[in-house]
């Protein structure tokens, strides 16, 4: 089904190999945003001085804030809406930097059809290297009756 704005997908519209993509550049507001949202002020992620420190040599976005952009593909495009997110496993890679650009995929992997399940790869690039990679079980809806 679609909608205005996005496309809603049902357990039966899934089929192996299915993917998905968005792509978005970390920005400074976004890394602020994140940690007065999440309440994790690690300086690491706000403070140039303290990052300059450390083995990145400057500040890094939030793992998690990086991984948001795996949970936005899962909710809005692959399955989309309708879509209960059950479990993430992730392993960071490498350091996310202000201005990176980070393109984020899901692809799926399994289906279950008795439980109505998917499991999806997950990753994100920048610059075409991993920063980001795991896997995501969801929950699909029926589809819906046309008529």
Known sequence: MTS????VHAFEDLVIGQRE??????????????ADLSG???????CDRYA???KFGQRIAHGMLTASLVSALLGTRL???GAVYLSQTLNFLAPVKI???VVARVEVVELV???RRARLFCE???????????EAWVALPRAVAKG
């Open 124 to 134: 994100c690039l920048v610059d075409g290297k991993a920063v980001l990679e795991g």
């Open 40 to 46: 994790d002020a690690n300086p690491i992620h706000l």
């Open 113 to 115: 059809p008795e439980r």
């Open 99 to 101: 201005g990176d650009v």
């Open 4 to 7: 205005a704005l996005y496309q």
């Open 21 to 34: 993509s968005l792509m978005r550049t970390v920005m400074e507001r976004d890394i602020s945003l994140f």
């Open 52 to 54: 300059a420190g450390t």
């Open 79 to 81: 399955p989309g809406p």
